[in-house]
Structure formats: C-alpha cells, structure tokens
C-alpha cells in the first residue's frame, strides 16, 4: 500500500478503482452464485467415500484442509450421483456423511451446506463495490479539473 502513495494522485485512484472493481465483482458474484444454488439447488447427504489432503503451492510449505469425494443422494431420494466431489476445501475432516446441495441429477459437484455463509462475501463484495463508485466519482472530478487547468493554460494571456 505503500508504494501506491509513490503514484501521482489520478493513476493511484485510477488503479485503486480498478482493484476494488476487479475484487469487488469476484467476491459479489462468486456470493451470489453460492446463494443462488443454495435457494434453488436439491438438498441431500453426500456419502463421503474418498478424502485427500489439499494443499497449497510452493512445494507444499501448508496444508489447507480436505478435498472430499462420494456418492450424493437427494433428501427426497429422487436424485443420485454416483461420484461427486465437494465443492471448496473442508477444514476438517468429515465423518462419513455431509450435508450438501447439488443442481440437479447431472452435478459433478456438490456444495456443503453453508447455511447462509455464502452472505459475508455477497456483502463484502457489494461495499467494495461501494467504495469504488465513489473513486470513480473522485477520478471523474480529478479529470475534469485537468481539463479544466490544461484549457486556462493554453488560453491566450489578455
């Protein structure tokens, strides 16, 4: 963050508008995504039949969690799915069944049931979105300004 402060002011609120664009839409709609197939997708177990250790990159210096796989059948047992894989990395390990939701019969992955966690990031998304309405607003007024300074400089002295 420092070195943003080394920028002149107009790129410097130009890139940070850009950023917060940029991750302000990755968080509001990866949110909406989760929410939305947690209002419309099929609510079931997932039997859990194979987990492997998720790890992180550069030679594996940590470990995130468990990536889990299994058979996935509907609350109502009118869907099944042989293999399915968990969407995302568990903290912990399961036991041997998880709540999960799919789309429909031809998912080849299901989502555990977050019970509404899918909100924080939604919510965080939309005020970073917030926040860069308004640098975009200031980048607008920065520019103006400009225009504004370069026309009396190239206006003829009376």
């Not at 194979?50 to 058979?71: F, I, K, N, Q, Y």
């Not at 059948?73 to 009118?78: F, K, L, R, W």
């Amino acid at each position: 963050m420092f070195l943003l402060r080394l920028l002149p002011p107009l790129p410097r609120e130009i890139s940070l508008a850009v950023v917060g664009l940029v991750f302000g839409l990755f968080l509001a709609v990866m949110g909406s995504i989760h929410g939305f197939r947690e209002v419309t997708g099929t609510a079931g177990t997932v039997r859990v039949t194979s987990c492997e250790r998720a790890t992180g990159d550069w030679d594996d210096l940590w470990e995130d969690g468990w990536a889990c796989a299994g058979r996935f059948e509907s609350d109502d047992h009118s869907v099944r799915i042989e293999d399915v894989a968990l969407d995302g990395i568990l903290d912990k390990l399961p036991d041997t069944t998880v709540a999960a939701l799919v789309d429909g019969p031809a998912a080849h992955t299901a989502l555990p049931d977050s019970a509404g966690r899918w909100k924080w990031p939604a919510l965080t998304g939309v005020v970073i979105l917030a926040f860069t309405a308004w640098r975009i607003r200031t980048v607008r007024t920065m520019l103006r300004l400009r225009r504004i300074t370069a026309r009396i400089a190239a206006a003829p002295a009376a």
